[in-house]
């Protein structure tokens, strides 16, 4: 029985091979095909990104792989290019018309992009084996659109009766108080909404998701997605506030001349002129806290759903990730990119996958696992193109 269980309990580092320097060269033929072709070889471009990424991480002795072919990927490509330009053809022509159109395409949003989990689904594979994703439509609709929208709405109504408070407050205190209920009205509400989100879209995701016809599955509770935010929101709350501390005196000279009704352009330039470093101070910050907190908080979601999320409940995900760390290199990845004016960019993304690899592990016996392979297809990626045009955030 201890045998069993030590088998049982076995965890395997998930692996990246890739070299910043082996990529680079496939990442620069990509970039000047890509521009001697017009943009044509893109869809080629991409395929052989997404095979060297897959190729090169290894679970268990075993390697992903990736099967698109760079043809489907291109006429999706193209049906998204004539689609855009229908849309502004008709929208110059007859404009009620391209609302309509505009409106009708928002509502497909939530199809699209469950097509495209599921064909980046079906086009990866593991040991031979493709994953799947299978999702109910109306429950997509519901995750993804319907309960978003009621959220934010009522976030609009909550913000529209502070605005009209503010509209009556007469003096530098009165704004102060309104700034500081807001933050206390709004931060758990912001809180809630995200956590109930990311709830619902997570769930969603691996919840319909397959490895052959297995499945994966993972008890997700808003509760802890609510938690992940609102500690999120806690840590950029202070540097929101050192913010505007620096940058008080501009506000409150702002304030001073909307109540006498105004300001010329010479004043207007002359206050941002004599205020220019505390603003740069004040937006400096904000950045800072902005990256420490949702850096947090994309590791705080991340090892807790991949802590929850099991395969046919013989094999577990594990996450490792830590925030300053991950930090770490967002800032590094960022600073090399910009000095090496983007072309170390390839070196970047190697860095991040190696990271990520390093921070993902499987628990379970691998070579017990019985996993049936599934035979469906999923050829068109459109759906895939118009995700990606948006840059909607769809991937996990």
Known sequence: MENNSSQTNVRHQMLFHGKGGEYFSIWLVNLLLTG????????WATVRRRRYFYGNTELNGDRFDYHAQPIEILKGRLL?????????????VAPLAGVVALLIFVGLIPWFIIRNWRYNAIMSSYR????????????????????????????????????????????????ITLAIGSIVVLVPLFAVIN?????????????????????????????????????SLLIFVPFFVIAMLLAGSFFATLFQFALMGGMSDEMAATLLISHAFSLFLMV????????????????????YLFKQTTLKGEVKLNSSMQTLPYMGLLITNSLITVFSLGFAAPVAEVRHARYMAQSTQVEGDLSLLTVQAHHETANNAIAEEVVQALDLGASF
């Open 36 to 43: 001697i072709t017009l943009g044509i070889y893109s869809a």
């Open 80 to 92: 998204v290019l004539v689609g855009v330009i229908i849309f502004y053809v008709l929208l110059f």
């Open 128 to 175: 031979g084996v493709r994953f799947n994703y299978q999702c109910k439509t109306g429950r997509a609709y519901w995750a993804l659109l319907f309960c978003p929208m009621l959220l934010i709405l009522g976030l609009y109504a909550v913000i529209i009766v502070l605005g009209v408070i503010g509209s009556n407050a007469e003096s530098i205190g009165g704004v």
């Open 195 to 231: 956590g109930v989100i990311a709830t619902l879209q997570h769930d969603l995701y691996v919840n319909n998701l397959h490895f052959g016809n297995s499945p994966f599955s993972a008890e997700l509770k808003k509760a802890a997605y609510i938690k992940f935010a609102l500690f």
């Open 284 to 303: 400096l910050v904000i950045l800072v806290g902005a990256m420490i907190s949702s850096s947090y908080h994309m590791v705080a979601q991340r090892n």
